[in-house]
């Protein structure tokens, strides 16, 4: 899926979902990036999620690393820890 602008936006299939349960989508990244930002996110007092990557269906040249390598990237989310819903 692209925004307005014809980025890729990286969401995770859940992402409606999570987002009624308070979690807020931050970037999309593969480590060793994914780690510092929990290590970072958490201690900021943030609960942390990764999430799998919404594959691009309209763009399947976009994708095909992707659905080779489904755990390659993943999509931040974050929310405060007392935002237990």
Not at 25 to 50: Q, T
């Amino acid at each position: 899926m692209t925004t307005s602008g014809g980025e890729m936006e990286q969401k995770s299939p859940r992402d409606k979902e999570l987002q009624d349960q308070g979690w807020t989508r931050k970037f999309a990244a593969a480590e060793p990036r994914l780690s510092e930002a929990r290590e970072g996110y958490e201690e900021l007092g943030f609960e942390v999620l990764f999430e799998p990557l919404d594959l691009c269906p309209e763009d399947p040249a976009c994708t095909a690393c992707l659905a080779e390598h489904p755990d390659l990237i993943k999509v931040i989310y974050t929310r405060p820890k007392d935002n237990i819903s």
